[in-house]
């Protein structure tokens, strides 16, 4: 897989750049039985691409990158801050039954919880809901705090964390979405996490149809 | 957003050729007060990167295109048959209960349901059951062939679309996942579709981080 699709030189320069580095142009242009001016332009955009790397009175080096590592730079300067949705929050003392109702109208597939100083304390998710209301327990009466997954154990991010740190988290822990939070340090000294804000697998679908739209 | 940092050089010389379509290299050259050789490598540069258009005789055209549009392109190559899972399927005599057990097992977000023929008729999500559960309806008695979303209300990709596509129909249609189809002409002649897997923003996720990965 690659998008440009480079010219027979180019990729028989990259060639004898990994066999041969350090390797000038006049030493490559040689093997080549060119001019130099010739190799001018496939250096230029072979260097700009980040496949090789130039240093002066040495000559050019293979970087090892491929035009893969040159698309995952870009999503890596995708800001959490740039695509976050609107969190959707209840409070631990919310019911089951509620948390549904509120999932359903706010259309998301996760609920952050948040305690009663309005930090992050929990997460609950439509599979956790799910599996409660099957259990057939009395979702009208046990509040989502007692099902939630509870800190120390979420998963966050912050606004200048890259979509792709967000993606990473999401798929390594195996969840829909991760709240978006800012670190304050309470009254304690302790640092707490305010919620504000939502990625979630439907967030990153978006970028990804996002770029690809001509 | 940007991968390449252009040059000053280089970003002039667009803002040129946009003002001025088409335009040929000297006049490029002259109005920058460069020699054409000095251009040669930026010019190919831009014409490579599909920025600049060059048509013999004419001059040097703006695309229109971004750094954008070429990310877009790559993932336009990649195809849902490298990338899709398997597709949990279930029948459409299965129960309520059964098809979330189902969900559990398998750890999905949406069943595909196939007739007698065994071919696609449906498509139940964690969102519907949740939501006839909740309704208080006898789970163990109601198959999921009366609750599921029935064809030809159904989105689906085939083998040969890209991941962009089954992206934009997950996005556009706001659902989890599609079917990944085969079609085939039954007896009667009429088209028919066999699942042949599953496309979920999970994968679409696991696409975005492999691409991100150095």
Same sequence: chains 1, 2.
């Avoid at 897989?1 to 350090?22: C, G, L, T």
């Avoid at 496949?51 to 890596?76: C, E, M, W």
Wanted: glycine fraction near 6%; charged fraction near 25%; charge should be neutral.
């Amino acid at each position: 897989m690659s998008i440009i699709e480079f010219s027979k030189r180019q990729k028989k320069i990259v060639e004898i750049v990994k066999k041969n580095q350090p390797i000038t142009s006049e030493q490559i242009a040689e093997s080549l039985h060119l001019t130099r001016a010739t190799l001018r332009a496939d250096l230029a955009l072979l260097t700009m691409v980040g496949i090789l790397d130039a240093r002066p009175k040495v000559g050019y080096f293979y970087t090892g990158n491929s035009i893969q590592t040159f698309i995952g730079d870009y999503l890596h300067k995708i800001k959490v801050e740039d695509t976050k949705s609107f969190p959707v929050i209840v409070s631990e003392e919310t019911t089951i039954y509620d948390a549904i109702v509120t999932l359903f109208l706010e259309d998301v597939g996760t609920l952050f919880v948040q305690n009663k100083d309005k930090y992050l304390s929990g997460v609950v998710s439509r599979k956790d809901l799910l599996k409660i209301v099957v259990g057939n327990q009395d979702i009208h009466k046990i509040p989502v705090g007692m099902i939630m997954t509870r800190m120390p154990n979420i998963v966050f991010v912050h606004d200048k964390d890259s979509i792709y740190d967000a993606a990473l988290e999401i798929m390594e822990h195996e969840i829909d979405s991760v709240p978006v939070v800012e670190s304050i340090k309470d009254q304690h000294g302790e640092v707490q996490y305010k919620i504000t804000g939502r990625i979630s697998k439907t967030n990153i679908t978006k970028v990804f149809v996002e770029i690809g739209k001509e």
